[in-house]
């Protein structure tokens, strides 16, 4: 969930401060501070046999988007772009989709208590659950975007994510304090697909305060320092929650930490089922980048890992620049593709309620023709 993704968003959803969510809301808005508050881990609906997905035992291609909106509620926390009505948005998804999406613990805290609130990120388990669909939630992201607003360093993969540094209305835990308290309290969902703990993990080194990618540099222990978080992070949740999947978060184009055969040394961690790709080649290339670190090369990793690579994120700009149709086109012909080299299933970037026509984005909206694409392309059996 790259920065420049989130940007529109962010502005289009400041100036929304103060809306009140259309949709109904089955969720109580009394602040809660208990951390832990679940009931036992339920049976996992979801799981994998070699590369392949599967869903309560059959084999599933999953195609679906990413929704980073969807716990945004602007009366309680900083929001991550536009308000969502929650019954629309699940309500229109076909059966048997899956929605990724940003649970970041910035959106479980009272921007103007401090206290935690978990009442937003509930309305989308709860939404989900009355729809049917299920929900692959990302707990951290990478760039802080929608969350503490940090980069996150080598030494937060070292060290960093074990200590406490609260942000005034971001954040009140440490992220492995987090990680324990959002399983705690959603394992027992019954629409639960799995756990993502960093979107896009990369455990880089800023440059004198600039963490643009051209600033940073990478570490020559990159690998071992993130294949040492995702053990240890991993370890975490199968302690809490020993049924479901966790998906790696990888970018995969050849980011510091895995790039090349770091890939797959990352990978083959015991506390990782299912790899990621994330696609934003703007083209018609179904297999995009080159020998090194394209989409070929890790779905060839993932068959010798025995693990299925979902691409999670596809991302294809339309609007000013390319028409809805066309894009759904082009983005029908990477899934063929991808599909047919070994891919585990799809996600668009990204659904928003307020899509901008006049502008050239990655915008999805509630009419957007992929949402029939996503329909055709599900299977399961």
């Not at 051209?214 to 053990?231: E, K, N, Y």
């Not at 993932?302 to 700009?317: C, N, Q």
């Not at 894009?327 to 599909?339: C, E, P």
Request: charged content about 20%; some cysteine.
């Amino acid at each position: 969930m790259a920065t420049a993704r989130l940007v529109a968003a962010l502005l289009l959803g400041t100036a929304l401060t103060g809306c009140v969510e259309r949709g109904p809301d089955s969720v109580p808005r009394t602040p809660s501070t208990e951390t832990v508050m679940s009931a036992p881990s339920a049976e996992a609906v979801v799981g994998r046999s070699d590369t392949t997905l599967l869903l309560r035992g059959r084999p599933w291609w999953p195609a679906g988007f990413n929704a980073p909106q969807l716990a945004t509620k602007w009366a309680i926390n900083i929001g991550c772009g536009a308000q969502v009505d929650l019954d629309d948005y699940f309500g229109k998804l076909p059966p048997n989709a899956l929605t990724r999406v940003g649970i970041f613990q910035a959106l479980a805290v009272d921007k103007s208590t401090g206290r935690l609130d978990f009442s937003a990120a509930d309305a989308v388990f709860a939404a989900a659950q009355r729809h049917g669909q299920l929900i692959l939630p990302v707990l951290v992201p990478q760039n802080g975007d929608c969350d503490d607003q940090v980069f996150k360093q080598r030494q937060w993969y070292v060290r960093g994510w074990t200590e406490t540094t609260p942000v005034p209305g971001r954040t009140v835990l440490s992220t492995r304090d987090w990680i324990i308290a959002a399983v705690n309290r959603w394992r027992s969902s019954p629409v639960l697909a799995g756990w993502e703990v960093v979107g896009e993990p990369e455990p880089s080194l800023c440059g004198a305060g600039n963490c643009s990618e051209r600033a940073r540099s990478c570490p020559r222990d990159a690998a071992a320092v993130l294949r040492r978080f995702m053990d240890e992070s991993g370890a975490l949740i199968r302690s809490l929650d020993p049924h479901r999947l966790i998906f790696a978060g990888f970018i995969g184009g050849g980011q510091c930490g895995t790039a090349g055969t770091d890939f797959a040394d990352v990978g083959m961690s015991p506390q990782i089922d299912v790899l990621e790709y994330h696609d934003y080649s703007d083209d018609d290339v179904a297999l995009p980048g080159d020998q090194r670190d394209g989409l070929a090369t890790r779905l060839r990793q993932a068959r010798a890992l025995g693990k299925p690579l979902l691409v999670a994120e596809i991302g294809m700009h339309a609007g000013s620049c390319r028409s809805l149709a066309e894009r759904r086109d082009s983005i029908g012909a990477s899934l063929s593709g991808q599909r047919a080299a070994g891919s585990a299933g799809a996600l668009i970037w990204a659904f928003v309620p307020d899509p901008r026509p006049e502008e050239c984005t990655f915008d999805v909206g509630p009419d957007d023709p992929l949402w029939s694409l996503v329909a055709e392309r599900i299977t399961l059996g």
